[in-house]
Nanobody
């Protein structure tokens, strides 16, 4: 079983920075065929997309964080990082890491990874103005 755990959340003043990490543990048969995503959620609202990285390193960001947040991956440690700069009060939320099967791989990988969709437990980010 593969597990994800976020860390790095906390409280910061507007304009400051935080670095979130998502560390994986367990079975990594699917590691090479996963897309990585960060989402965030404010209580009482829908979980919203923040950033993503595909298996070939392409990144995408929501308009609200573009040019302020950067997603990256350390393949050696199976860690995905979300660097958040110039934080605003509206960035306050619980941030979740997600890893999802992107498709592809050999037959064994496809059989093992079809339906792979894991979430971390979330980490709180609070930005005060």
């Amino acid at each position: 079983q593969t597990q994800l755990e976020e860390s790095g959340g906390g409280s910061v003043q507007a304009g400051g920075s935080l670095r979130l990490s998502c560390a994986g543990s367990g079975d990594w048969t699917c590691i090479s065929v996963l897309n990585w995503n960060w989402y965030r959620q404010v209580p009482g609202t829908e979980r919203e997309f923040v950033a993503s990285m595909t298996t070939d390193g392409r990144t995408d960001y929501s308009d609200s964080v573009n040019d302020r947040f950067t997603i990256s991956r350390d393949a050696a440690t199976n860690t995905v990082v979300l660097q958040m700069n110039r934080l605003k009060s509206e960035d306050t939320a619980v941030y979740y890491c997600n890893a999802k099967y992107a498709g592809g791989g050999g037959l064994y990988v496809r059989q093992r990874c079809l339906g792979f969709d894991r979430w971390g437990q979330g980490t709180q980010v609070t930005v005060s103005s």
